[in-house]
């Protein structure tokens, strides 16, 4: 890789809300199950986040955490945010990471339909999720079950957990959570017409369809400090369809934006995951969703997808397409990311070859390890 890297438009500062950034590398949430058993976060991990925010990330969005004890876990092992103890583990990770420099984000995520560990996965409509459940973080394996219909008093808890895992997140001292309703997760199946049967309020019209994740966004923005960071991660495609795109296209995306910004997201992070930011950041017309979702909302827009890529992160922000740019593979063997790019060191490429010995952040670390025996 040739390269003027210091002159580079990601090292440039940025903010998101009040919230003052030392680039635009932001590390992408991925979920490592390397909690406890009871889901909560612990040194080791507090050690592997403070790599990349020692590596130079401006902001770390930290893995999907579950945030209620009812329906919404999805694996063995992911990390929660709605016990004292799991608030206090995460209280480590963000200190670690503050004590570098870097801000930190939660991803708050509920599993519904595809959740591999509840018994009875619950959704907005009985309808069995497609696709096959994740290999790699056990606890239930095969296809998709069909999940039980979540009644009105079930989503209105399932709300007021994630408004009060939020509030747990501020306390821990986290600098904003992240609202996933992307990859074919609850929100997202709420959002997807496939998945979706219900009426109104909270089915039907893409309105509709998007209001479960506004409420959540909205509460949340009340409930905690004004300079709490909110953001909201979307996606078209889903972990176990790749090719699924929003059936609405453009139409569907201007409802979608300016329904999250009207409830107060701070931010929209279009995921980009397989395929990468070309593919499943634009529409089937190929209009660019992350450009769109800039200029109909004014808010930051992080996109993702492969942007390790010198040049096209590069083409990405100074074409005005996004302001920050989400990493994550490459992350996983780089940590240091945004400081070999201001060094103009060469960048080591990702190899699947990481997860040998698990998803976990253990199996990494024994297989580094190894590499530097
Ligand atoms: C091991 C792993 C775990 C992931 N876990 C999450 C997660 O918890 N939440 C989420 O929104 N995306 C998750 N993702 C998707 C990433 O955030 C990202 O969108 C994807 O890797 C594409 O970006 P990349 O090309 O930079 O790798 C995960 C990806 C990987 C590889």
Sequence with gaps: MTQTANTHPALNTGSIQNLELANRYVLAPMSRASATEDGVPTAEMAEYYARFAKGGFGLLIAEGAYPDTTFSQAYSNQPGLCT???????????????????????QLIHAGAVSQVVDVPHGPSP????????????????????????????????????????????????????IHCANGYLLDQFLTPETNLRNAPYGGSVENRIRLTCEIIAEVRAICRQDFVTGVRLSQAKATQPDYF??????????????????????????????????HSSTKDGVRLTKLAREITGLPVIANGGLEDFSLSAQILSEGEADFL??????????????????QQLLKDFTFEVFSYGIQVSGQLKWEAEQSA
């Design 127 to 178: 309808i069995r999720p497609e696709g096959h459940m994740l290999q790699m973080y056990g606890t239930k394996q095969g296809p998709y079950e069909e999940p039980a219909e979540l009644c009105e008093k079930d989503i209105a808890a399932l709300k007021a957990g994630f408004v009060q895992a939020a509030k747990r997140a501020e306390k821990a001292g986290f600098d904003g959570v992240e």
């Design 246 to 279: 929003w059936m609405g296209g453009l139409d569907d995306a201007r409802v979608i934006f300016s329904a999250v910004a009207e409830a107060g997201a701070s931010f929209i992070h279009f995921a980009s995951e397989r395929n990468g930011y070309f593919y």
């Design 84 to 106: 004292d103890a799991q608030q206090e583990g995460w209280r480590q990770v963000v200190e670690a990471v503050h004590a570098q420099g870097s801000k930190i984000v939660l």
């Design 326 to 343: 989400a990493i994550g593979k490459s992350a996983m063997c780089n940590p240091d990311l945004p400081n070999r790019i201001a060094n």
